[in-house]
């Protein structure tokens, strides 16, 4: 089956030719200056017709477009509920219609964790897996749940997929969706850069200077002996590591994977947080697995299949 993807995140939007469970062609699209999600339409229709072009698709071959959007979404009816300050203007877009009249295809939107779940248990790491959960590191924290086989949506479509809002310090730091302490506000790639300017001895670490404050620079400043580095990195991951605990004890998974785009350092995560894991989550039947996304930031746009042939 084919497909066209789209993965909508915080400063990019990924746009992919998806087959079967191959990425056929893929092209990332800057999104940080944009004026709002409308404004991006026109250069994004235009870059999937290119892609099917490279391709020798055509428009027919297609089964629809898949979207997956950093907010709350209602896949069933096709809306979006909630943009938390990122493309504030979608919820009075008609996506449907636009991609009907732009492209002549049908249109599925779903929150962009769960279509990331999605894509791994469809082509990566949670393969054979009908009970999982799912945290991805980037701008945000996404988080979603799958209860045997199915995603966990809940009545106002927001069950399971607030998992970077699950508080991890309920005197912490001020969230931007009005919570205090959640793991997002704590240890995500928009709170890192406060994270690390209160940090005590910030002035005199390397990373006073650092032209980004973003966990690339800060991981390399910790592979480097930095001590503010070294302490903020241990303090993002014990938050990251908490924030699987809740979500196991919240969803009863055999598996948490961890994704985005923090996880190209999974070498150092994933271990740290499978031995939290076993120390400190109750699961009677056994201890959860902890695994990296096995596709990495393409997981989202590899989810386009199977939300396209869900049944709601």
């Not at 898949?66 to 209602?74: E, H, L, N, S």
């Not at 990251?240 to 350092?265: C, Q």
Request: include cysteine; aromatic fraction near 6%; charge should be negative.
């Amino acid at each position: 089956m084919l497909a066209l993807s789209l993965d909508m995140g915080g400063t990019h939007v990924g746009c992919a030719l998806v087959r079967d469970r191959e990425i056929l062609d893929f092209v990332s699209l800057d999104s940080e200056k944009a004026a709002g999600l409308a404004s991006l339409l026109p250069v994004i229709g235009d870059t999937l017709r290119a892609s099917l072009a490279k391709a020798g698709a055509k428009l027919a071959d297609c089964a629809g477009i898949a979207i997956g959007f950093p907010g709350i979404v209602d896949a069933r009816t096709g809306r979006i509920l909630s943009t938390l300050k990122k493309y504030e203007d979608a919820m009075q877009l008609d996506l449907s219609g636009w991609s009907r009249a732009t492209l002549g295809l049908g249109l599925r939107i779903e929150n962009d964790a769960r279509m990331a779940l999605l894509g791994e248990q469809y082509a990566g790491a949670a393969q054979g897996m009908g009970d999982a959960v799912m945290m991805t590191l980037g701008t945000g924290i996404g988080g979603t749940a799958m209860i045997q086989g199915k995603l966990l949506r809940g009545s106002h479509a927001q069950a399971g997929c607030l998992g970077g809002h699950l508080p991890v310090d309920f005197r912490g730091r001020a969230c931007s969706c009005g919570n205090v302490g959640c793991a997002e506000a704590e240890a995500a790639g928009w709170s890192l850069p406060g994270v690390l300017r209160d940090t005590p001895g910030f002035g005199a670490s390397s990373l006073a200077s650092a032209t980004r404050l973003d966990f690339e620079a800060l991981f390399l400043a910790a592979d480097e002996g930095d001590a503010v580095a070294l302490e903020v990195r241990r303090r993002c991951m014990e938050v990251w590591a908490s924030n699987a605990v809740a979500l196991i004890h919240a969803y009863d998974p055999e598996l948490v994977v961890m994704g985005g785009g923090v996880m190209r350092r999974a070498e150092i995560i994933a271990p740290f947080v499978q031995n939290h894991v076993q120390k400190h989550a109750w699961a009677a039947w056994g201890k959860p697995q902890v695994r990296a996304a096995a596709l990495g930031e393409k997981a989202a746009l590899l989810g386009a299949i199977p939300l396209l042939t869900e049944e709601f």
